[in-house]
């Protein structure tokens, strides 16, 4: 079966680092996404990793590695706003995104 | 990117009944798609709406339970027939962005989040 994995919640405080782990199996590959959702909001993309390294984006980087099946985001200089779900999800080999069931993440002052 | 408005945006509605959720995008769009969103789970895809043809369902889901239209290329709906508790959850309408070298990532609608007693 297809399965991504990733941690129910985790906890930061404002100006720290946090890193969100992901890990899939999926039956092929075509592309990695993570999505940030804000509690009662639609998922709103944040990130897009098809090759193997770090794609940067502002405060907001993501990693693949291929290979391993996992993928990161790393968030710097959190602020409250950050507080959100954060969803990874795969694009198999038939086109078919499969999503994990999104980290929580708390921001503590 | 695309603008995508739902209505409604939550309703309580009684077992046994149906509802029909809209959704409008600023530009056209070949595909679009239905999830659902039961509470601290994944997303779920119902289907994907094809304009002119048959909407194709996910494992699980089928037509008299979710009736789908796809009247153009900017507007779709979703019915949830025959409710009970285990419908409620928040149904998001989504399309696939193209136009940024096919990364294909979606945007959503602000969703709609269904409470049947």
């Not at chain 2, 194709?56 to 153009?72: H, W």
Request: with cysteine; aromatic share 10%.
């Amino acid at each position: 079966g297809q399965n991504i994995d990733q941690p129910t919640e985790m906890t930061a405080t404002e100006g720290a680092i946090v890193q969100i782990n992901c890990t899939y199996q999926t039956s092929g590959f075509n592309g990695l996404f993570w999505y940030q959702q804000h509690a009662g909001e639609a998922p709103t993309f944040l990130s897009y990793n098809v090759l193997d390294g770090l794609e940067e984006k502002g405060r907001f980087s993501s990693f693949l590695s291929r290979s391993k099946g996992y993928s990161y985001l790393l968030l710097k200089e959190l602020q409250m706003k950050d507080s959100a779900s954060y969803l990874c999800a795969v694009r198999d080999s038939n086109y078919q995104l499969i999503w994990g069931a999104g980290t929580k993440l708390i921001i503590k002052p | 990117s695309a603008v995508i408005s739902q209505k409604p945006s939550r309703d309580i509605c009684q077992r046994g009944t149906s509802l029909t959720i809209q959704c409008q995008v600023d530009s056209q769009v070949t595909m679009m798609f239905w999830y659902r969103q039961q509470p601290g789970q994944s997303l779920t895809l119902i289907a994907t709406a094809n304009q002119g043809s048959e909407a194709t369902y996910e494992s699980g889901f089928v037509i008299d339970k979710f009736p789908i239209s796809r009247p153009n290329l900017t507007f779709s709906t979703l019915t949830v027939s025959n409710m009970s508790p285990e419908d409620s959850s928040i149904y998001l309408c989504s399309v696939e962005d193209l136009d940024r070298g096919n990364t294909g990532e979606l945007f959503f609608g602000e969703g709609s989040r269904l409470t049947v007693l």
